[in-house]
């Protein structure tokens, strides 16, 4: 049987007394075309206008807003005139908002925002209620041609400056738009068989090596070491950008994939020399008198 024990607490936050300026979290009962109501299981509910829940002119109170969803806010009236609390995330995103996006950019969170305009020399979006630019050498790990193109997208970003006092939010597409690709030629490489035979194109010749474009998609070195049987003293004896190659996968240890020419030369050589040929002995040998002396004319 329930006893009055068991309802203290709710009891307590009933007769809590909220001020103005407190910030409060509560859970969403309702979502109407105009403003959110929110359970605060206290005396009064809390009320908050579609103008007061954020600063960001796209944003989209019946997606963003449901049922269920737990909200904090600022009190801005303790009465409406109708018994309810005036609340304000906008209020309550100034004063935590930022203790947010210094957490996210301390851990390297990645986050998807919404580009919600292009300006100079970058774009807009809105992480937390504050506005945020991202610079176009930003943007991607490409080099972005056009700005517009990038109106309205969506892309996953990580927060790289956090500067509350000077009121100034930074983002970055690269970072996230690297890891993504590298994760992805990863899954490529650890596909690749050791010992696969490949052909491909020299892309760029360093001292130590070339790096070659392969069939498949990816790029891999072939050392210095590994271009001749010979010993050379830089690649350039040997090869040129967009040259044609043979290579074999050696290694993709660390995934980073190792190529070697020599090993196919080596091969090649070692199959030749253990190759055999078929022959047919017509005749008998002899060394007799009679043999030596069969042709002679006396």
């Known amino acids: 049987m329930e006893t009055m024990d068991d309802f203290r607490e709710e009891l307590e936050a009933s007769f809590k007394k909220i001020r103005v300026g407190d910030v409060v979290t509560g859970t969403v009962i309702d979502v109407t075309e105009d403003q959110v109501i929110v359970d605060l299981k206290t005396y009064a509910d809390g009320v908050i206008r579609k103008e007061d829940l954020s600063e960001d002119p796209d944003f989209n109170m019946q997606d963003a807003v449901h049922p269920g969803d737990e909200i904090t806010a600022t009190v801005m009236a303790t009465n409406d005139g109708e018994g309810n609390m005036v609340l304000s995330k906008k209020e309550a995103n100034a004063v935590l908002a930022w203790d947010k996006l210094k957490k996210l950019m301390e851990e390297r969170t990645v986050v998807k925002v919404k580009i919600s305009e292009v300006v100079n020399a970058g774009a807009v979006a809105y992480l937390e209620g504050i506005r945020g630019f991202i610079p176009a ?65 020299v892309e760029t010749i360093k001292p130590y090596g070339a790096f070659v ?86």
Do not use: F
Not at 237 to 245: C, D, F, I, N, R
Not at 258 to 270: F, P, R
Not at 276 to 284: A, F, N
């Open 137 to 201: 050498s930003r943007l991607s790990d490409e080099y972005v041609e056009d700005l517009k193109e990038w109106d309205g997208k969506t892309i996953e970003v990580t927060v790289i400056t956090a500067d509350e006092e000077e009121r100034r939010l930074v983002l970055s597409g690269r970072e996230p738009a690297r890891e993504k690709k590298q994760a992805e030629t990863n899954r490529k490489i650890e596909k690749c068989e050791v010992g696969a035979v490949m052909n491909g194109t």
């Open 213 to 298: 474009a392969l069939e498949n998609g990816l790029t891999g070195l072939l050392h210095i070491s590994q271009i001749s049987t010979q010993r050379i003293k830089h690649p350039g004896a040997v090869l040129k950008e967009g040259q044609e190659v043979r290579v074999k996968i050696l290694s993709t240890a660390d995934n980073k994939i190792s190529l070697s020419m020599k090993v196919l030369a080596e091969e090649a050589a070692e199959a030749e020399s253990h190759s055999t040929y078929d022959y047919k002995e017509e005749g008998q040998a002899s060394t007799g008198l009679a043999a030596l002396l069969k042709n002679i004319k006396l």
